[in-house]
Each structure stands twice: as C-alpha cells, then as structure tokens.
C-alpha cells in the first residue's frame, strides 16, 4: 500500500499507511493503546529511550523507544504525523487545549527580555495570556493592526522575537495577509542570526487547515485548538501546534516538563471520527454559513456582517487568495460575526431569545460544532480585555454554523430579532 499521490480529503480517511510509531495493519481502525508507562526489556533499552528522546527526528523507519505517557504515546503521536501533513508543516506536537500549545508554542522560543508582536484582536485567553501573564514572566508584549504594515514595520526592534496573529481573527473575522507579513519579517531577518530570527506564529483555529494552510503561505508556525472543528463534535479539548524541525527538540523538552499533553483518549477521538469528517462537515457548514450570512446581509437590523464569503465582505481578495480547500476551491469557513442595529435590536435580548426559544441554534461559546452556536464575545470569550474592548464591537454576535438545515437555523435567528425588537421600533419606521 502506497499512501502517495492520493488527495488529502482521502488521505484523512485512511491515514498513512505504515508507520514506525506503530504496528496496526491488523486494524481498520487503529487501536487506542491507554498505558501511562511502557515496559523495558533491559536497562540498556530504557536508558537508550531517555537518551535518544528529542533527539531522534523519526526519519528512521526504526520504532521509538516508548518509556511514558508524557514522553511521548503511540496514539497520540499518529494523530501529530496527520496533523503534521495536514497543515503543511514538517512536525506537529498535541498538548491538553489550544492554550496549552499556544503557551507552549510562544514559551518554548521566547527568553525574558524578548519581545512577542501581537494583532490588536485576538481570542480573549490569548489576549490575557499576553497581559495577563508575560510581563510577570519578563516577555514583553505589543500590540499592533497587522493590516498597517508600516505599523508593524515601525514597532519591531532587536527584542523582538515573535510576529503573532490569527487569521481570520476570533471573533470579527478580520483576514491578515500572511505573505506580507512574511516579506515583512524576511526584511528583517537577512540581518539577524539564526536564534534571533522573527518567527511568525499564526493560530489557525477560525479556519481550519481544512480552509488555510499558512505554512504553506509563508508562517513558520501553526498553532490551533482541536476542540473545535479539527476535533468536530464537541466532545474533546485540545490543542496542536505545527513547526519546523529546527524547534522540535525545544517545543519536546518543553511539553515533557510543562506536562500539558493531550491524552490518548481524545487524541483517538480526533483522529478516528473528527479528521476523517473535517472535509464533509467544513463543506455543508460553509454551505449554510454562506445562505444564513445571505440571510443576515438582507435585514434592516443588521449593520455590520462579516462573513468572508460574501461578495462584500471587506478583505474579500485576500480571502480568495488565503483560504481555500485541499482541491483548490474558495473556502470560506463556517464563521459568522455581525452586529445589530440598537435602535431596532436589543442584542442582549436577541441572544436570550435564542437562550429560551430557539432549536437550532444553541446560546454557547466554543465553536467548530456540529450545532450551531450563538455567543457575545465583548461579555463572554473576550470579556478578559474589559475596556481595552473596541467599543463598536461591543455587542458584536458570533456565529459558529454547525450541521443543521440553514432554513431551521435561519428560521430561529428571524424569531429571535422579531422578539427582541425595540417597543418603539415601529414607531420610527412608520414616521
Ligand atoms: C478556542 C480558541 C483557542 C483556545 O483553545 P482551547 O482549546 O479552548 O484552549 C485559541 N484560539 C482561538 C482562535 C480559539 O478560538
């Protein structure tokens, strides 16, 4: 059996199909080992696994000396390789959530004294790790609009170490062009040494590398949350992030000591119902986000919508150029964000209409669901920023479309804004 040459869509069926990591051409599915240590024929043997961990680059077709869960486990480390493929990249390593392998991803680079660039708009823990946590830790944080690239340009010194973003950004779907923040660092890197090299870190969670794969556009490093759509059906936290080889031995030693790993059990659960399902679910979640945007576009009280594959959506070229499927095709995700008009709308009591009378559409945060899940970033994900918030985003809606009938969700959302608009509403459109 050759696994070449086949298209990734078939490929995330199938998996690779031989592996050193393990042995399981017996199974149609692959088995879910769950054993915290690994039995050692002989000292030799154990001591070889302890110093040849990290060390390895699994070029060799030899099998790896498995000593410890936290080390490293065969379940787990079959999910990293299709990861790994998936996204572009040379290596992948899972850890217990998103944050976990963003912490690790960043701690694993970063000395005290360096200096982490972040997007203005980021996912709220992202944003509370950066203020929250790294001027205790003696890592320095800016914070810039990645789409004014003389900005950026302007604000990056000797200290800086890492060029950090998400794209589309959770939750107002703003699109960064990674390619030219890529020119960007290149600029600045011809002049720097190897361990002081601007490294580009972008979290793909929004898209999916179902939709965007931006090592292949030029970052150096993917970060993302397998709770939502790589993981699919809500059952299961984690996390990935995705690296060259020259950082595997760091973001290794690291993981082993900072201890945030993924377990075996919900490393299975991804791997055997939500990478098989990525490419179906992506596809029919983009078909209702594209009818229920169109929906949303249409209504009075609607005064903002973003959803990138709308005609008008603001960075619509960009998202042409940036996100598109394993064949090619625009891929446009299944993320919604919009706002309401407040003087029609009362979008607090939009979002609990839905709370207690909607079916199809669930009041949650998370989202990469196969339901379909409504939430207020400014009071809930985002409420760590407080009154660095934007105020026009304020009572922004996020909407993640999951696997129902667009007309059910559709038909919802049209209750929910009729129960929830203004008593005087009437009266200003009937004058
Ligand atoms: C949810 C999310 C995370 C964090 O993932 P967890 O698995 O919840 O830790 C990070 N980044 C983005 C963009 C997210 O949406």
């Known amino acids: 059996m050759k696994d070449d040459g086949y298209s990734k869509n078939t490929w995330l069926i199938h998996g690779p199909s031989m592996t050193s990591q393990w042995d399981f051409s017996h199974h149609v599915v692959p088995p879910l080992s769950s054993s915290t240590a690994y039995r050692l024929e002989s000292v030799k043997r154990g001591a070889r696994g302890f110093s040849q961990f990290a060390e ?26 299709n990861l790994a493929l998936l996204e572009g990249g040379e290596f992948c390593l899972t850890f217990a959530s998103g944050m976990a392998a963003i912490s690790a991803a960043l701690g694993s680079v970063l000395s005290p004294g360096d200096e982490v660039l972040g997007h203005t ?29 003389k900005a950026l340009k302007s604000v990056i010194t000797e200290k800086t170490r890492v060029l950090y973003f998400e794209t589309p950004t959770n939750p107002t779907l703003e699109l960064i062009d990674i390619k030219a923040v890529r020119g960007l660092a290149d600029e600045f890197n011809k002049d720097r040494f190897f361990e002081r090299k601007l490294l580009i870190i972008v979290d793909n969670t929004f898209a999916t590398p179902f939709c965007q794969r931006p090592i292949e556009l030029g970052a150096d490093m993917v970060v993302e949350s397998l709770t939502k759509n790589l993981g699919g ?28 790993i993924l377990s075996s059990k919900s490393a299975w659960a991804i791997m055997v119902y939500g ?17 229920v945007a169109a929906f949303l576009e249409g209504l009075d009280e609607v005064v903002e919508i973003r959803y990138p594959g709308l005609k008008n959506f603001p960075d619509r070229k960009l998202a042409e150029s940036q996100m598109r499927d394993f064949d090619g095709d625009f891929a446009p995700g299944s993320m919604i964000y919009f706002l309401l008009d ?90």
């Open 121 to 149: 708009m980021l996912y709220g823990c992202t944003h509370s790790l950066f203020s929250n946590w790294y001027p205790r830790q003696g890592y320095g944080v800016k914070r810039v609009n990645f789409n004014d690239l």
């Open 233 to 260: 059906f809500g059952t299961e936290l984690g996390g990935a992030v995705i690296f060259p080889k020259s950082l595997r031995k760091d973001i290794l030693l690291y993981r082993k000591d900072f201890g945030g």
């Open 275 to 291: 990478l098989p399902t990525l490419p179906l679910r992506m596809k029919r979640q983009q078909y209702t986000a594209q009818r």
């Open 56 to 81: 390895s680059t699994l070029e060799s077709r030899e099998a790896p000396v498995y000593i410890y869960d936290r080390l490293d486990e065969p379940t787990r480390s079959l999910l990293e390789s």
């Open 342 to 431: 407040k003087t029609k709308v009362d979008p607090i009591g939009f979002a609990d209409s839905i709370a207690k009378n909607a079916y199809s559409v669930t009041l949650a945060v998370s989202l990469g669901h196969v339901k379909t899940l409504l939430e207020l970033p400014g009071f809930m994900t985002h409420s760590a920023y407080g009154d660095a918030y934007p105020d026009e985003s304020k009572y922004g809606i996020r909407l993640s479309i999951g696997l129902e009938s667009p007309k059910d969700i559709i038909k919802d959302l049209k209750n929910a804004i009729h129960q929830s608009r203004m008593a005087t509403s009437h009266i200003v459109k009937g004058k």
